[in-house]
C-alpha cells in the first residue's frame, strides 16, 4: 500500500497532481471536498450538513468529516492506496485518520506540500470560480477567510507529519508537468 497527503492550502494544486498521481501509482482519490459536493449535489443529509460552512468558507465539523473518510476508506477493500486530497484539515482529523489507518493494517507514509504563495492562489481560485461556478471561489473575501483557516487552523498538520519526519514540501509554482515531476521524484526516492 502507498498512502501519500497531498497538502496545501486552497488553490495549491492538489486536485490537479491528484488526478496525475492517481493514474501513475494506481492510487484511490479521496478529496473530502469533491466528496462533499457531490452530496450536495444529491441532496443527501450530509450535504445539507456540509454545505452553510463550506458556502463561508469554514471548515465542516471534524465529526462529520472523519464519518465520511471512514466509509469510503473501509468501502475500497480493493486499493492499492490512497491519495488524501483536503484531508486531513486538523489535528484531530489527522490523529483520526492515524487510527484508521492502522485498524487497515498501513499507515500514511508521506505528506508532500505543495508551496504556493498567497497572491498566486488568489488569482487561480478566481480564475476557477470563473470556470467551475463554484461559489467558495468567487469571492475575494470568502476566499482570505479559507486562507485565514488555513494558516490557524490546517497548518499544524504539517507539523504533526514533519514531527515523525514524513513531511516534503514541493514548490508548486510553474508548469503543471513540472510540479508533477518534483512530486513523483520525491515520492520515488522514498518508496
Ligand atoms: P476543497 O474542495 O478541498 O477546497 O474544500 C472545499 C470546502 O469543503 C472547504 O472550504 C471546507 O468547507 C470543506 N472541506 C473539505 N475538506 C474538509 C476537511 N477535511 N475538513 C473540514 N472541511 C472540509
Known amino acids: 500500500m502507498l498512502n501519500i497527503i497531498l497538502f496545501g492550502p486552497p488553490g495549491a494544486g492538489k486536485g490537479t497532481q491528484s488526478e496525475k498521481l492517481i493514474k501513475k501509482y494506481n492510487l484511490t482519490h479521496l478529496s473530502t471536498g469533491d466528496l462533499f459536493r457531490k452530496h450536495i449535489t444529491e441532496g443527501s443529509d450530509l450535504g445539507h450538513q456540509a454545505q452553510e460552512f463550506m458556502d463561508a468558507g469554514n471548515l465542516v465539523p471534524d465529526s462529520v468529516v472523519i464519518g465520511m473518510v471512514e466509509e469510503k476508506v473501509k468501502n475500497e477493500t480493493n486499493s492499492e492506496g490512497f491519495i488524501f486530497d483536503g484531508f486531513p484539515r486538523t489535528v484531530a482529523q489527522a490523529e483520526a485518520l492515524d487510527r484508521l489507518m492502522q485498524e487497515n493494517g498501513s499507515a500514511i507514509d508521506m505528506m508532500l506540500s505543495l508551496v504556493v504563495d498567497e497572491e498566486e492562489l488568489l488569482k487561480r481560485l478566481l ?22 483557516v488555513y494558516n490557524n487552523e490546517t497548518t499544524p498538520v504539517a507539523e504533526f507529519y514533519s514531527a515523525n519526519g514524513k513531511l516534503f514540501n514541493i514548490e508548486g509554482v510553474g508548469d503543471i508537468d513540472h510540479i508533477f515531476s518534483r512530486l513523483t521524484e520525491t515520492i520515488d526516492a522514498i518508496v
Open 127 to 148: 480564475n476557477r470560480g470563473k470556470i467551475s461556478g463554484r461559489v467558495d471561489d468567487q469571492n475575494p473575501e470568502k476566499i482570505r477567510n479559507r486562507f485565514a
